[in-house]
């Protein structure tokens, strides 16, 4: 299974992915380039910009993709 391939399954089943929680679950460090081929493919991803607490206690932001269910 391709890293794209293993994105578009999590991504399908209504989970949420950012950059930090991609190697955590699926193995995969360059999430942005993966998400990027996806939209070229024609995948809805939904990009949502989420304040998180870096290690040094300062808030930063990261993307949070996830995939609109219009069913």
Avoid: F
Avoid at 16 to 33: F, K, M, V, Y
Avoid at 42 to 50: A, D, N, Q, R, S
Avoid at 53 to 66: D, F, L, M, Q
């Amino acid at each position: 299974m391709t890293q794209r391939e293993r994105i578009l399954d999590y991504l399908s089943e209504g989970k949420e992915l950012t950059r930090l929680n991609c190697w955590d679950q699926l193995g995969i460090l360059e999430a942005p380039a993966r998400i990027s081929e996806l939209r070229s493919q024609g995948h809805l991803i939904v990009t949502e910009m989420i304040e998180v607490t870096n290690r040094y206690g300062e808030p930063v932001k990261v993307a949070k993709w996830s995939m609109r269910n219009d069913n």
